[in-house]
């Protein structure tokens, strides 16, 4: 399968349990290739250190978009 995503403004913390502190991630939106739309929470993201636009990857990284309303909908902490 393969997703194409763009990352929103709203992020969220995941939850293992009540007890736990939770990590912070991203949600991103999409849809896969056949146009089934996704939605993703992405706590880290990463490029080989030997590339040479990172500078460029940085810059991009910044740009997000506001959250559509059902991405919007979800409350701010999760409980996985």
Given at each position: ?80
């Amino acid at each position: 399968m393969k997703i194409t995503i763009k990352p929103t403004s709203k992020i969220v913390v995941l939850k293992p349990g009540t007890l736990a502190d939770g990590v912070p991630a991203r949600t991103w939106e999409g849809e896969t290739e056949s146009g089934i739309k996704v939605h993703c929470f992405v706590t880290r993201i990463a490029i080989d250190k030997n590339e040479p636009r990172t500078s460029e990857f940085e810059t991009e990284l910044q740009k997000t978009a506001a959250p559509s309303a059902g991405i919007a909908a979800y409350p701010a902490s999760l409980i996985l």
